[in-house]
């Protein structure tokens, strides 16, 4: 008697198979909600529509790796205006 059967350890190797190749088709998506992008499902969308071609994976991944670029404030220090004319 074996300890499992053969068509079970084929259904389970099968499970991990297509489960490692979601992970790794949804890669730049995870890594972007991860990271917490401000444009994530921009990334998600890119990545489930274009993902299935290899230039459209390399560029989400890309995408999610990039960081965001943060506001920044600037201030402009006027001369004071003259009083007298």
Do not use: C, R
């Amino acid at each position: 008697m074996e300890l499992i059967d053969s068509n079970v350890f084929s259904l389970m190797v099968a499970f991990l198979l297509i489960g490692f190749a979601l992970f790794m088709y949804f890669l730049p998506a995870i890594i972007g909600f991860y990271k917490n992008k401000h444009n994530k499902l921009a990334i998600f969308a890119l990545n489930t529509l274009v993902g299935w071609s290899v230039v459209g994976w390399i560029i989400s991944l890309v995408w999610a790796l990039s960081s965001d670029v943060k506001p920044q404030n600037i201030y402009i220090n006027y001369p004071p205006e003259s009083t007298t004319k």
